[in-house]
């Protein structure tokens, strides 16, 4: 599959200040990457460096090297919302629209901002997370092949945000590309499929949350048995506790134990597995935990 980002050896500096010290990345279409660090790891930075928008010191970044026109193919909605006070929400809607070939239609942007009853409203007048969706809006307003998100959900309320989420999902399916910073693990939990996590300036992870769980993580199956003795020949497991019938198996891979301990499933009631979340887990590996 062609890469249509490749990042090599990129180092920015702010000042005296390493931000991003030799990050390597490629990214191939059809995908939710999230990329994942703490307040002021270099998020923004990594991706207005993408974008074209800041400099760099050294290396490359290549987007969309088979087309004339890279940026065509490109949305993006950043963490500040627009600043443009006046305009009204049609007008910018269809401004926005104006500079691409073959753009989303109004009737499915305004849609999709939810904000038809505010289309004639002024910018100024609209909330903070009104401008979110409005700004997710003009971001897809050309079509584009590949969507930088960064902190997109940041004042949108619950429902909003599983409306958000539908959208991208569907994004997907049509094959588009989605880079996504923000805070809000749980809600990304769902719908990554890559992981990159940026910490003391490199990528220290790059992988799916399943590798994510393999390697820091550890999952809790837990039922009622009155079975004996299986666990000793169960190899992904890594610990036993045992009260009376009740059973905790902990495991860093609950779906092989799960397929370990099938044969002995028809005697267990009140079966649960609970797996370590997103937030846990990226939680344990800035901290350089491991879960053993
Ligand atoms: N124009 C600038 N001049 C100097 N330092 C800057 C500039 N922009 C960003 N920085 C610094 O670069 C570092 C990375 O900032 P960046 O905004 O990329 O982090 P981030 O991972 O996106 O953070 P957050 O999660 O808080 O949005 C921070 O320490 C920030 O203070």
């Known amino acids: 599959m062609e890469n249509i980002i490749t990042v090599e050896h990129l180092s920015k500096k702010y000042n005296q200040n390493t931000i991003l010290n030799d990050i390597n990345l490629t990214i191939q279409s059809g995908q939710i990457i999230a990329l994942l660090g703490k307040n002021g790891a270099g998020k923004t930075t990594l ?25 065509e193919h490109i949305g993006v909605m950043m963490q500040d919302n627009i600043t443009l006070t006046r305009i009204t929400v049609k007008e910018i809607i269809e401004l926005t629209r104006s500079y691409y070939k073959t753009p989303k239609t109004y009737q499915k942007l305004i849609e999709i901002s939810d904000l038809k009853q505010f289309e004639h409203s002024k910018m100024s007048q609209l909330s903070g997370g009104q401008k979110r969706h409005l700004a997710f809006s003009l971001a ?15 004042g949108m309320d619950s429902k909003s945000r599983i409306d958000f989420w539908q959208e991208i999902l569907q ?18 939990e769902n719908v990554a499929d890559r992981i990159i996590i940026l910490k003391d300036h490199q990528i220290k992870f790059d992988d799916s949350i399943a590798q994510l769980r393999l390697l820091q993580g550890q999952s809790l199956i837990e039922f009622d048995s009155n079975i004996l003795d299986v666990f000793g020949n169960l190899t992904n497991l890594k610990k036993l506790n045992h009260f009376g019938t009740h059973y905790q198996l902990i495991t860093s891979d609950p779906e092989l134990l799960m397929q370990e301990l099938s044969p ?14 997103l937030d846990s887990l990226f939680n344990s590996f800035e901290e350089g935990k491991k879960n053993d």
Do not use: C, R, W
């Not at 994004?171 to 990304?188: A, P, R």
């Open 47 to 71: 991706i207005n460096i993408m974008l074209n928008l800041i400099s760099h010191d050294s290396g490359s970044i290549s987007i969309f090297p088979n087309s004339k026109h890279p940026k």
């Open 140 to 154: 897809i307003a050309g079509d584009p092949e590949l969507l930088f998100l960064d902190e997109p959900t940041s």
């Open 171 to 188: 994004l997907k399916k049509q094959g588009k590309t989605i880079f996504v910073t923000s805070h809000y693990l749980e809600e990304l």
């Open 264 to 277: 002995y499933l028809k005697g267990v009631t009140n079966l649960k597995v609970h797996q370590n979340s």
